[in-house]
């Protein structure tokens, strides 16, 4: 036997079902919306192994991961590269196969392997470059 008695009020102070979903929906897309994909963090050394002798194909994939392309007939990787205030990045390739990804890459790096899998050239391709800061104008003298 309950102390209380019976007034009925537990029937009408629940909440529906459906105002619990949408305050859950809510939460869950403000939470989304506040949240955004971390500054990648550069590294101004990143590259400077590529200028030591002897580099090996294994130690490239060790630095910079998988690259986001391969030529195999050439012996040929590409990597995509980000550059900001701290160095550069690596820019993962787009994961849907209808997105190009461009979105941050600034260079384009091109490694060419020996038959060996040593290292025989490499170049960093500028994508996009950033605009020039324009000259400040030069004022015009007052005619008389």
């Not at 009925?8 to 869950?28: D, H, K, M, N, S």
Request: proline share 12%; charged share 20%.
């Amino acid at each position: 036997m309950s102390a209380r008695p019976d007034t009925g009020l537990a029937a009408r102070c629940r909440t529906p079902c459906g105002t619990r979903g949408a305050w859950l929906g809510l939460v869950l897309l403000l939470s989304a919306c506040a949240s955004t994909a971390p500054k990648p963090t550069g590294n101004p050394d990143l590259l400077q192994f590529l200028d030591q002798p002897g580099v090996r194909f294994e130690q490239v994939i060790a630095r910079l991961g998988p690259p986001s392309a391969t030529f195999i007939r050439d012996n040929v990787v590409t990597y995509r590269l980000g550059r900001n205030e701290t160095g550069y990045f690596v820019v993962p390739p787009p994961t849907e196969r209808h997105e190009l990804g461009w979105e941050g890459v600034d260079y384009d790096l091109v490694l060419a392997f020996n038959v060996d899998e040593t290292l025989r050239e490499h170049s960093l391709i500028a994508i996009r470059s950033t605009p020039a800061k324009p000259a400040p104008a030069k004022p015009t003298p007052a005619k008389p």
